[in-house]
């Protein structure tokens, strides 16, 4: 398993287009999420699916965005009508829930992200 | 939410120096990971410490929950430790992230 693996690594649009990114999980990982990074900022939770399952939505996560994790593997992350303010990095990270008391917990796994810049 | 902050926000180093960053948190915390943003942008597991002390090579942390923080040290510095050294908690499955201690080592 090569860890959390996403495309475009960047990805430069003009305003008011649409934009669609990719994320694979790492195989065994249930759990999958989406955060968005601007300069100088610690990452920001946007979304959560547990298998495929939406499962929670931030409020930074307007109407114009959607994503999907469709049978539970990959998930997109679509941005509608870009706006100058979605420049930013979006990061994706898969995790397993804790299997038990004492077990291994593994934790969050990020991939590289991926930079988009509105112009 | 939970409130994280991480301080100092900047530090310079000798290649060879130690140093300590500190991570505060608001609140009680099922767990806590540190991350090491490399130039790039990507994001690396260090440690994944809800309490105690782990060690992996030059760097080790150490979690006092009730006491909300933690320590992430790093020992003989050198210039690939650079980047952004980043706290987050965990409130269930979510992360909240501090601001970041950003670290530059200079040969």
């Known amino acids: 398993d090569t860890g959390v693996s996403q495309n475009p690594r960047h990805k430069i649009t003009k305003r008011g287009q649409n934009v669609t990114f990719r994320c694979d999980p790492i195989?065994?990982?249930?759990?999958l999420y989406w955060y968005r990074q601007t300069l100088g900022q610690g990452p920001e939770f946007l979304t959560y699916?547990?298998?495929?399952?939406?499962?929670?939505k931030s409020r930074l996560l307007s109407d114009r965005f959607s994503a999907e994790r469709p049978k539970g593997s990959f998930s997109t992350l679509e941005i509608q009508r870009t706006e100058q303010g979605d420049s930013a990095m979006y990061l994706c990270?898969?995790?397993?829930?804790?299997?038990?008391?004492?077990?291994?917990?593994?934790?969050?796994?990020f991939g590289s992200g991926t930079r988009l810049t509105v112009v | 939410g939970i409130q994280v902050e991480q301080s100092p926000p900047d530090l310079i180093l000798q290649e060879g120096a130690n140093s300590t960053l500190r991570c505060n948190f608001s609140?009680?915390?099922?767990?806590l990971q540190w991350f090491h943003q490399n130039p790039w942008g990507q994001l690396i597991n260090l440690f994944y410490?809800?309490?105690g002390t782990k060690q992996n090579g030059r760097l080790s942390a150490t979690t006092v929950a009730t006491e909300r923080y933690s320590l992430l040290y790093i020992s003989s510095s050198q210039t690939t430790d650079s980047g952004v050294y980043f706290c987050?908690?965990?409130?269930?499955?979510?992360?909240?992230f501090g601001a970041g201690t950003t670290v530059t080592v200079r040969a």
């Open positions: 195989s065994e990982h249930n759990r």
């Open positions: 987050a908690v965990y409130n269930d499955y979510k992360l909240s």
């Open positions: 609140d009680s915390v099922n767990n």
């Open positions: 699916f547990q298998n495929e399952a939406q499962l929670e």
């Open positions: 990270a898969s995790s397993s829930p804790r299997t038990g008391r004492g077990s291994f917990d593994y934790g969050y796994t």
């Open positions: 410490i809800p309490s």
